[in-house]
């Protein structure tokens, strides 16, 4: 089974840091895509960042472009996000999932998902 835990949301003050981090316990998390995606309020859920199995590839909404960093470690069963230089707008829940395979297709909905966790940047 797939099941991401999302950890290290919090509130933060605009121009400031948060750290990301999802764990999985099952035993196909390094052979996954894993994403992240937000949903501010009022808004629909949008795609934040992905990064294929080997950690090589990585994709990212042109919102936060320059400012997060998605990055993984395999024998953690971990992927990361590293958000900085934060602002107002990116206050939303934020969801950690699993794509089935290894490789990333916009488009492409992932499988499994995260409960989510709250990133508020005030101003």
């Known amino acids: 089974q797939v099941h991401p835990v999302e950890s290290g949301g919090g509130m933060v003050q605009a121009g400031g840091s948060l750290r990301l981090s999802c764990s999985d316990s099952?035993?196909?998390?390094?052979?996954?895509?894993m994403g992240w995606f937000r949903r501010a309020p009022g808004k629909e859920r949008e795609f934040v960042s992905a990064?294929?199995?080997?950690?090589?590839?990585?994709f990212y909404a042109d919102s936060v472009k320059g400012r997060f960093t998605i990055s993984r470690d395999n024998a953690k069963n971990t992927v990361y996000l590293q958000m900085n230089s934060l602002k107002p707008e990116d206050t939303a829940i934020y969801y950690c999932?699993?794509?089935?395979?290894?490789?990333?297709?916009?488009?492409?909905?992932?499988?499994?998902w995260g409960q989510g966790t709250w990133v508020t940047v005030s101003s």
């Open positions: 999932a699993a794509y089935d395979g290894g490789y990333y297709y916009s488009g492409v909905l992932p499988a499994f």
């Open positions: 099952g035993s196909t998390f390094d052979s996954r895509t």
């Open positions: 990064v294929t199995w080997t950690g090589i590839n990585t």
